[in-house]
């Protein structure tokens, strides 16, 4: 039989191991949030060595480069015929290699065509997640006035094109995907600046800056990220 003494130092045992705080380890564990797998499509006359700054910023969110995915192609090509059927195998072989169902999707200017055919008519409805564009010609851009009698992509991002045209067609924002475009009131690759932005997109005007400086501005990374989350 326990003493009264026993039975009191019993009791506080059992009260410190109830009540004893969990360690922050242990209060840390457990597993960690689901998400997509990231492909970066760069744009026109560039390559993926562009994406740097913001896969920087996506691998200090927590994101390994294993789930980095940066799309390289030859930018001189036709968007319908050739590169959104490249782009759906490259995707097709992340979705095998991760195990995701579905990817997110970051283009950049001529990138934002290109993934945007793959969307709409190549199958990507079903595949991707979050879609965005950073300076897209979406609309078209009279620029590309300037190489288009020699280059077809130039050709595909001048206003009234093919490709333009058809993916203005009907619902700029088809399927369950979610949809973000990022566009500069003095772009002087993409005019004019309103061809940025689509009908049901979440679109956000991120000031003066040149074609290439969304790439590696600071708010403009933290509001992609901040959608990715969404």
């Known amino acids: 039989m326990l003493t ?39 744009g026109y006359n ?28 030859d930018t001189h090509q036709s968007v319908n015929e050739v590169l959104s059927g490249r782009l759906a195998a490259y995707v ?22 290109v993934s945007r055919w793959y969307v709409k008519y190549g199958g990507g409805a079903a595949t991707v997640d979050h879609w965005v564009s950073l300076a897209g010609p979406n609309h078209g851009t009279s620029t590309a006035w300037a190489c288009a009698l020699w280059d077809q992509a130039c050709r595909d991002m001048t206003p009234g094109s093919y490709v333009v045209k058809n993916l203005a067609a009907g619902d700029e ?8 475009t990022f566009w500069s009131d003095c772009d002087e690759v993409v005019n004019p600046d309103s061809s940025v932005p689509l009908a049901g997109a979440l679109n956000t005007p991120v000031g003066c800056l040149k074609h290439n400086d969304l790439l590696g501005d600071a708010a403009t990374s933290a509001g992609v990220r901040a959608f990715l989350r969404s």
């Open 4 to 42: 009264p003494r026993q039975k009191l130092l019993a009791l506080l045992t059992l009260c410190l191991t109830l009540f004893a705080p969990v360690p922050a380890h242990a209060a840390a564990a457990g597993p960690a949030a689901a998400r997509n797998p990231v492909v970066f499509v760069h």
């Open 46 to 73: 560039a390559d993926p060595g562009v994406w740097g700054s913001l896969r920087a910023d996506l691998r200090a969110d927590g994101y390994a480069d294993s789930e980095l995915f940066s799309f390289g192609y």
């Open 92 to 113: 097709d072989e992340v979705r095998r290699r991760t195990g995701a169902a579905r990817v997110d999707v970051v283009g950049h200017s001529f990138g934002s065509l």
């Open 173 to 180: 924002t088809p399927g369950e995907v979610k949809y973000a």
